[in-house]
């Protein structure tokens, strides 16, 4: 499933859900609403997983560089700069 096609199911959801709520809608096919309803739920689940899964692999990358930097970070934090040199100053 595209993004594209997650929106359409979604504006389509929607669609479902003011047909509901309107007092005056025929319920004869809410059956049918039901079914469709449930079949978008899912398909949406699913590709919402499978991004939440792509992230999650993305951030395990991610924390992974950060490790390997791991030197430079504690550097960073202590304040150490590698071109700073406080008894080199201009002033």
Known sequence: MTNQEYIQKV???K???EIVK???SS???IDD?????KQIVMSC???TRGLKSKVE??????MNDFEEDDEVSQ?????????YDPDNLPF
């Open 33 to 37: 609403l039901i079914e469709e309803t």
């Open 45 to 47: 689940y699913g590709y």
């Open 57 to 62: 692999s993305l951030n395990k990358v991610n």
């Open 11 to 13: 504006a389509r959801l």
């Open 15 to 17: 669609e479902i859900e």
């Open 75 to 83: 550097h960073q934090s202590s304040g150490y700069t590698p071109d």
């Open 22 to 24: 309107n007092p005056e």
């Open 27 to 29: 319920l004869d096919k």
